[in-house]
């Protein structure tokens, strides 16, 4: 990721991989991640990151591995993450008292 700071619940992140990773693991604010995580295949340097939708800091941590199911081979990248989300304008009070009118 370019900085610390996304205003999208979906995030994209450019992996530099050395190797070759079978399996990826991304974990967002859990203090456990190494025991936590659930794993998918590995299917290239292009992820996207979901901090949810909460704004504020986020701790953010993407671990690969290879085939083997040997967890002392798992590599973790820390990445910590400012969420800032647009306002939502939310009308809950609309005027009743305007009519329609066709322009000619």
């Known amino acids: ?7 999208t619940m979906n995030t994209a992140a450019q992996l530099n991989v050395s190797g070759y990773p079978y399996y990826i693991a991304i974990s967002v604010d859990d203090t456990n991640y190494a025991n936590d995580s659930d794993w998918g295949y590995y299917s290239g340097s292009n992820v ?3 901090p949810g939708l909460t704004q504020g800091w986020h701790d953010v941590w993407i671990g690969l591995r290879g085939h083997a199911d ?6 973790w990248q820390y990445k910590r993450l400012n969420l800032t989300l647009p306002p939502v304008l939310v009308i809950t009070n609309p005027v009743t008292d305007v009519v329609d009118e066709p322009m000619i």
Do not use: I, P
């Open 1 to 7: 990721m370019t900085n610390n700071y996304v205003n």
């Open 48 to 50: 996207t990151v979901n």
């Open 70 to 75: 040997d967890a002392s081979a798992v590599v």
